[in-house]
């Protein structure tokens, strides 16, 4: 094997290669992800490394039963306009 990838390249591969037909994230827990980034990353956390990632705005995560589903940023529907369309829709405008 050649150089290693980085945490944010390994993430984002395994995002487009894990990913089922018609999704566009992966869960980390059911694709292998978790166990495939600590063999890779000898026994380093995913956790922290998504979390981090997140943070920079370079993926984003969505909690769902059982763990987390992971997402490129530039491929999720951001869920800011669905809150202030819901809260205009119960009648509380934040403005």
Do not use: C, W
């Amino acid at each position: 094997m050649s150089e290693k990838l980085s945490h944010e390249e390994f993430i984002k591969k395994a995002i487009v290669s894990l990913r089922k037909d018609g999704y566009k994230g992966i869960h980390t827990v059911y694709s292998g992800f978790n166990s495939a980034f600590k063999k890779y990353f000898n026994d380093e956390n995913p956790v922290d490394a998504t979390n981090a990632l997140a943070k920079e705005g370079k993926l984003v995560i969505r909690p769902v039963k059982g763990g987390v589903m992971l997402y490129l940023p530039e491929e999720v529907q951001q869920t800011k306009d669905l809150g202030e369309d819901a809260l205009k829709k119960m009648g509380l405008d934040t403005q």
